[in-house]
C-alpha cells in the first residue's frame, strides 16, 4: 500500500499550533477546556485519540473548528492502520477481488453523502482511486 506523508497526531497539533504559540502549559489549556489534565496530557502525547467531545472543545478554544480536528484524527489513524500488516492483506484481497466491480457503487455512496455534490476535495481523491 502506498505511504502517505507523515500524518501527526492531532494532539501533537494541537500543542505545537495552539499551545506552543500561547505559552500555555498542559495545565492551563486542561482547566480552559474543562477537561482533566491527564486526558489532556494523553491526548498532546499520542497516547489517547480525539473524541467528538474534545473536537469540540478544542475547536472553540483554537478557532479551527471540530471537523478540522477529527479530520486531523482520521488521517493519522487511517496513516496508522497502514503499518498493519493484517490491514494491508485484508485491503489488497479486497481490491483484488472487488475492485473493479465497486466503481458504480462509489458513485452511488458519494451521490447518497452529499446530494448537491460531493466537495471538489472528494472528486480528487474519487478519480485517483479508480
Known amino acids: 500500500m ?6 501527526p497526531h492531532p494532539g501533537t497539533l494541537f500543542q505545537d499550533v495552539v499551545l506552543k504559540p500561547l505559552s500555555m502549559s498542559t ?5 480552559q477546556l474543562n477537561v482533566p489534565r491527564e486526558t489532556l496530557r ?17 475547536g472553540a478554544f483554537s478557532g479551527i473548528g471540530p ?7 482520521a ?9 498493519s500488516p493484517e490491514v494491508v492483506a485484508e485491503v489488497t ?5 472487488w ?3 465497486m466503481v458504480n457503487l462509489k458513485s452511488r455512496v458519494l451521490e447518497s453523502l452529499f446530494p448537491s455534490g460531493a466537495p471538489k476535495v472528494f472528486n480528487y481523491f474519487y478519480r485517483r482511486s479508480i
Open 2 to 7: 502506498p505511504k502517505l506523508l507523515i500524518a
Open 27 to 31: 495545565a492551563e489549556a486542561a482547566r
Open 42 to 58: 494523553d491526548f498532546i502525547h499520542g497516547k489517547t485519540s480525539l473524541d467528538a467531545v474534545l473536537a469540540h472543545k478544542i
Open 67 to 73: 471537523s478540522a480536528w477529527m479530520f486531523a484524527q
Open 75 to 83: 488521517r493519522f489513524s487511517l496513516q496508522e492502520s497502514y503499518d
Open 93 to 97: 484481497r479486497l481490491r483484488e477481488s
Open 99 to 101: 475492485g473493479g466491480r
